[in-house]
């Protein structure tokens, strides 16, 4: 549903050209009036009350203050994000404005993919067409283009607008659509012109600018927001809660940051803010009985409220306060404390959680959610082996996949879904892999790996279901890594041992893997970055540097997890308890890969060292007796590997791990940021061919 033709997305500008009246959507409106619109002179003209409206840079401005800003960086930093946006993409753009303020806090805001984990509760996949009212930066914008039939994205401030325009060209998506509004009387959008319409983090605000009472000025938006849903149609509202225990606990008040401002009464506040801000309280935020009484009068059904944690701007759990499994397995803890502190906070949860996702239809009917349908569905496969309850609904910290566990005959399964197309390649790659894995490990290390039970798609959006397997990943629980490195070496050993493949020599495998890994390493910083020759070269003296100091004598190949670190090893009551994450597995591999890049992460947490020298301390270190020499040892022995070998395989492994993260699109770099990574230890590596074999065993 595009609103205006505009140029194709190849200029990245956006640039208006010449159209007609027949070129604009008939849902658009005139937001004064509500008229129909008409082309005069490049402007849009209101038919009935002859307002006329610019277009800039091919977005209708539809609103009155055109110079209106607000923003989490201010407007001169915005333009210039938008400048670098048109030049070198948006995902460059956000890593520039990182490197400049020395901050991720930004970007992360801008490029999480699990802050629209929520889309999940809507219903109508595949069909709807949906209002982002508040876009922002075009984060939620651009995830729900990917899951329903067209998307508006509008927002007051024109830079904002302008990313999201660019961002969503830029990525290829050609059902979004852009306006400039929100500060005249109506939503310009027709009567019943759209299905869904997301207000995250935006009904609390709306009063900020405008005059009147607060509450009035949120029924009206709410009224408007009625009066463009069609008769099914559904809002969505990420939104905090008023009498969230934090703010109990005296944690400032999200917006005024004030403390307690959010638990007095209004007009006490008033005060309050008056006195303190200077400014008066107009951030109204209300408890679930509050919210359920502004949206009746606002004229929608019952509401279905939802408890997003830790908030609704960084979801990682979505909890159904419906749902008693769900409930009881919002709040996990592993020590007495957190257990009896969770066993208080149950039953208070939906009363006392700091935000709320409300879904409100517009009718008394309510329409089931895509989870809903989902768990409906895999009853009706029977994937999941019988009827289904769902139990913990999650964003995974190291993968763009949510996850849906559920309780199914006593037993336990995950569902995966992608937030993104090369999360969804991952999860593809990962069902066809991990058959060959559970013939490869032996027991009980074949017990640690997931099994799939089915793949497929619902209303568009693929999922996998596999078996649940329990426990916490170990880099959130990086005190037991030494505890639990025995299993650790056993299993990277186990899996070395049983796909062990001999190879003609040493020096050929290492080479032919060093020289591949450079070339796909160079190929993607040119393909991505442009430039790098300086670095071609130093991976050139790094290959001949390999296959001059590897002997030529017989070797063995054998499989490769290929992304073997604490983050995907699962520990439960101090033992190794699961193995994720296998689509980066290579069958043919040089062997101990995997455990290096394990021991080289350990070794940059414990040291904060980063960007490529953990493995240059790794590589120093292999020789001199420290925490790992054991458990190296331990592995080498195991697997009849020499130690020898060790030093080159970490220049191996480095090459490895650099490959896995240039190759993944979700993770945003910019040209000088990869050239940070690879800066140091691509020097320090390269300058070894300068050493002769004595003096290099020295360096190690």
Not at 273 to 299: C, D, E, M
Not at 532 to 538: D, I, N, P, T
Request: charged fraction near 25%; include cysteine.
């Amino acid at each position: 549903m595009r609103l205006l033709r505009v140029c194709p997305p190849a200029s990245r500008h956006g640039e208006l050209t010449r159209i007609t009246d027949a070129e604009i959507s008939p849902i658009l409106a005139c937001p004064r009036c509500l008229a129909a619109l008409a082309v005069f002179d490049d402007q849009l003209m209101c038919r009935g009350c002859g307002s006329t409206y610019v277009l800039r840079d091919g977005i209708p401005m539809l609103c009155s203050h055109e110079d209106f800003y607000y923003g989490e960086v201010g407007r001169p930093e915005m333009r210039e994000i938008l400048k670098d946006t048109r030049q070198s993409g948006w995902r460059a753009a956000m890593w520039h404005h990182s490197l400049r303020s020395e901050s991720d806090y930004f970007l992360k805001y801008v490029t999480s993919p699990s802050r629209a984990m929520s889309k999940f509760l809507l219903s109508d996949f595949g069909e709807a067409d949906v209002l982002d009212y508040g876009c922002g930066l075009g984060a939620l914008t651009t995830s729900l283009a990917s899951s329903f039939r067209s998307v508006i994205g509008l927002d007051l401030t024109y830079e904002r607008a302008a990313f999201t325009e660019l961002r969503a060209q830029q990525d290829g998506l050609e059902n979004v659509s852009v306006l400039c509004a929100g500060d005249l009387e109506h939503i310009p959008l027709q009567q019943g012109s759209v299905d869904v319409v997301i207000l995250n983090g935006i009904l609390e605000w709306y009063p900020e600018w405008r005059g009147g009472d607060p509450h009035q000025q949120q029924v009206r938006l709410l009224r408007e927001i009625h009066r463009i849903l069609r008769p099914t149609g559904q809002l969505f509202i990420g939104i905090e809660n008023r009498a969230a225990l934090r703010y109990f606990l005296g944690y400032p008040e999200d917006h005024t940051r004030l403390r307690f401002a959010s638990l007095l009464p209004r007009l006490v506040a008033d005060f309050y803010s008056k006195a303190v801000r200077k400014k008066p309280f107009r951030n109204y935020t209300y408890t679930r009985r509050g919210y359920s009484r502004l949206l009746q009068k606002a004229g929608f059904g019952k509401a279905k409220f939802y408890g997003i944690l830790p908030n609704y701007r960084e979801i990682e759990r979505i909890v159904d306060f419906s749902a008693p499994s769900v409930r009881a397995a919002s709040l996990e803890g592993r020590t007495p404390i957190r257990r009896m502190r969770n066993f208080v906070l149950r039953p208070l949860l939906p009363s006392v959680i700091h935000s709320y996702g409300i879904v409100a239809n517009c009718g008394e009917t309510r329409s089931p959610s895509f989870l809903e349908e989902l768990l409906a569905h895999l009853e009706k496969e029977g994937l999941c082996g019988g009827s289904c309850e769902a139990e913990r609904f999650s964003s995974s910290p190291y993968t763009s996949t949510v996850h849906l566990r559920v309780l199914a005959k006593n037993e336990r399964f995950v569902v995966r879904a992608p937030l993104t197309l090369h999360a969804e390649d991952r999860l593809v790659r990962e069902r066809e892999v991990l058959l060959e894995v559970q013939r490869s490990l032996s027991e009980p290390f074949r017990q640690m790996v997931p099994r799939v039970t089915g793949t497929g798609r619902l209303r568009g959006q693929f999922y996998s279901v596999a078996s649940w397997l329990p426990g916490v990943d170990l880099a959130a629980e990086k005190g037991q890594i030494l505890e639990v490195l025995p299993e650790v070496c056993d299993f990277a050993a186990d899996l070395t041992a049983n796909t062990r493949t001999p190879c003609k020599s040493w020096r050929e495998l290492i080479h032919a893997q060093a020289k591949s890994a450079a070339a796909n390493l160079f190929s993607a910083s040119r393909q991505r970055f442009g430039g790098f020759e300086e670095l071609s070269k130093k991976l050139d003296t790094i290959v001949e540097l390999l296959r001059q100091d590897v002997p030529d004598t017989p070797g063995f190949a054998c499989a490769l997890h290929g992304d073997f670190w604490p983050g995907n090893v699962l520990v439960e009551s101090r033992h190794v308890s699961g193995v994720l994450d296998w689509d980066w597995f290579q069958a043919y591999s040089a062997p101990g890969i995997d455990l290096l890049c394990f021991l080289a992460w350990d070794l940059g947490q414990s040291h904060n060292w980063q960007d490529g020298n953990e493995f240059v301390e790794l590589y120093r270190g292999l020789t001199t007796p420290g925490p790992y020499t054991h458990f190296v040892g331990q592995f080498t022995s195991s697997v009849g590997l020499d130690r020898a070998l060790l030093p080159a395989l970490t220049i191996l492994a480095w090459m490895h791990r650099v490959n896995c993260v240039l190759s993944d699109p979700d993770i945003f770099l910019a040209r000088e940021v990869m050239q940070l990574k690879m800066a140091d230890a691509a020097k320090f590596f390269s300058r070894l061919e300068q050493l002769g074999p004595a003096e290099r065993r020295s360096a190690s």
